[in-house]
């Protein structure tokens, strides 16, 4: 197992990447939902830095995983939480590690069935490639290649660290 940057430096270039984007959008009250558990660790930074009015959403977006028949239930799958009304919003939507693609695509049925969104930023702290679908981030904390063989995980929430892992 090996460390990787510190999720607290890359959280510092997301926070002005994002400013950067929602100015240059002309939003200037965004809602932000994380994707459970890495992607709210990392929202509820982005959230808290950036100063944003609307509540934190939160995603569990087990129920809309397409590989869901196969991992079956989690034991411990905790409901989704939106706060605030999802029509005509500007979302930045979080997550920790983007892989396949598949999580995000995920994220965004669930979005949807809650009402549609004005627009959705995706903000993610890593992008290790390997992408399965069409999705990319808008804002990513760091582009990371990895070996055959080896996943990244964040842990936390406290202290927030990356490490990279060896299959066995």
Known sequence: MSTCPKPNDLLKNMVSDLRELL???????????????GGVWIAEELHHRLAINEPLGKLNITFYRDDFTRIGMHPQVTPSSLPFAVDDQ???????????GRTI??????IFDYGRPASVIFATL?????????????????TIKLN????????????????IQEST
């Open 105 to 110: 695509r995920a994220a965004l049925n669930e």
């Open 90 to 100: 500007h979302i930045v939507l979080v997550d920790d590690v983007l892989h396949t």
């Open 126 to 142: 890593v992008d290790r490639g390997g992408r399965e679908l069409p999705i990319a981030a808008d804002v990513v904390g760091a």
């Open 148 to 163: 055959e063989g080896q996943q990244i995980k964040l842990t936390g929430p406290d202290p927030l660290q990356l490490e």
């Open 23 to 37: 100015k240059a959008r002309n939003i200037e009250n965004p809602c932000m939902i994380g994707i459970h558990t």
